[in-house]
Nanobody, 119 residues
Framework: QLVESGGGSAQVGGSLRLSCSAS??????MAWFRQAPGQKREAVAA????????MYHDSVKGRFTISRESGKNTVHLQMNSLMPEDSGVYYC?????????????????WGRGTQVTVS
């Protein structure tokens, strides 16, 4: 089970930090996805089990940072320089297998989502 926290409202140019914790026996590859109203869910960022590799959607590179607490299935998404197009429901996802990080089908476990609104 994955549980997100930290969503809310921010002004354009502001920052928010999302967190996700998963209860699992083994470390998982973890990612953040987002879905805006009327849009498909898209991958935002992902991180490997050891935290040594991170991947980002082009639209958030240089603004968002994904990180994880060492040895834990706890990840954070630091979002800076927020723009209105960053608004949406943000979902945490995880899986024990590594694959195409940007594909929803890669992840078996999902959180319920947390709302981010930028205006």
């Amino acid at each position: 089970q994955l549980v997100e926290s930290g969503g809310g409202s921010a002004q354009v140019g502001g920052s928010l930090r999302l967190s996700c914790s998963a209860s699992a026996d083994a470390l998982m590859y973890m990612a953040w996805f987002r879905q805006a109203p009327g849009q498909k869910r898209e991958a935002v960022a992902a991180i490997t089990t050891g935290g040594s590799s991170t991947m980002y959607h082009d639209s958030v590179k240089g603004r968002f940072t994904i990180s994880r607490e060492s040895g834990k299935n706890t990840v954070h998404l630091q979002m800076n320089s927020l723009m209105p197009e960053d608004s949406g429901v943000y979902y945490c996802a995880g899986d024990r297998s590594y694959g195409a990080w940007y594909m929803e089908s890669q992840y078996k476990y999902w959180g319920r989502g947390t709302q981010v609104t930028v205006s």
